[in-house]
């Protein structure tokens, strides 16, 4: 089975003794299935930073300023079961006040999102693609749940007061862990906001969400739309319609002449067929420009 689903079957009787003393916490980020979509921030919590949506997470707490419980996923409308997840879309980015953007590198701090005992480590250098659970669907169409985010520095020391962000979204997998039930969401922004010193106060971080980082981000749609294009085009590779589904990080379709394309890090891969193992084949972005989109 797979080993993500194998973590939270441990997790299951827990989940649902934790659910009836939840709140839904602040902010709120709070999703809906509605038309074949993940729509997100349907609450009104969230910030604009550029054209995405940033959710911000304030560590609060004098004696643990890098540890918050609070905010709270909800969802509702998720009706075909399942499970809901999160995936991370980028690396850990840091506020650099000097330089007035965001840093991709070179700093010491990591996040962690803890879900009933499962932990997502997210770093400057690696991170991006990890998958971890949120709510498994049962009995209801809905799901209430409070993750802990810690920030700190790889030693286990505190952080620097300032700004972090890591871009993630919101997806659901059947039981197995192999089958997209709800296709992934818009990526939006965890923004984590640090004040322990009263050296970043929240006019400093006002001014960090003016700033969007420059770094590329998954378009989940767009990729379908370039897959189905491959399909059309290309039948002696791709014989058929194929399901998408996330394999090793990869977004990929796979067919029944063993040949799978996917996309991971904005390249373009396939493997098997005539090919053998995994090859890249470039920048998806050429792809998307010789599909016309």
Not at 103 to 120: H, K, M, N, P, T
Not at 208 to 216: G, K, R
Not at 244 to 271: H, M, P, Q, W
């Amino acid at each position: 089975m797979n080993k993500f689903v194998l973590r939270f079957i441990g997790l299951f009787l827990l989940f649902f003794s934790v659910t009836a003393m939840a709140h839904e916490g602040e902010p709120n980020m709070a999703f809906r299935w509605s038309d074949s979509i993940i729509e997100i921030d349907t609450q009104r919590q969230g910030r604009a930073l550029g054209d995405h949506t940033a959710f911000v997470i304030s560590f609060t707490d004098s004696l643990t300023p890098y540890r918050m419980g609070d905010a709270g996923f909800t969802g509702s409308g998720f009706d075909q079961g399942g499970i809901v997840a999160y995936q991370t879309e980028s690396t850990l980015l840091k506020w650099s006040e000097a330089q007035s953007q965001w840093l991709q590198e070179g700093f010491e701090e990591q996040a962690v999102i803890i879900r009933l005992g499962d932990e997502s480590i997210v770093t400057d250098e690696e991170g991006n693609g990890l998958q971890g659970f949120i709510a498994t669907l049962t009995t209801g169409s809905s799901f209430e749940a409070h993750p802990v985010f810690q920030i700190q520095k790889t030693d286990g020391s505190l952080p620097d007061d300032g700004a972090y962000m890591v871009f993630i979204n919101i997806l659901g997998l059947d039981e197995s862990g192999e089958r997209i039930r709800y296709k992934p969401s818009v990526p939006f922004a965890l923004v984590f906001h640090i004040n322990a010193q009263a050296g970043f106060d929240r006019l400093a971080l006002s001014q960090t969400l003016e700033v969007v980082p420059e770094i590329q981000l998954n378009d989940y749609n767009r990729i379908d739309t370039l897959f189905d294009w491959a399909e059309s085009q290309f039948k002696e590779l791709f014989p058929h319609p194929a399901e998408s589904r996330f394999i090793l990080g990869y977004y990929a379709r796979c067919y029944d002449n063993s040949v799978c394309v996917g996309s991971k890090d904005g390249e373009i891969y396939t493997t098997g067929g005539v090919q053998g193992d995994i090859v890249e084949h470039g920048s998806i972005e050429t792809f998307y420009d010789l599909a016309g989109l």
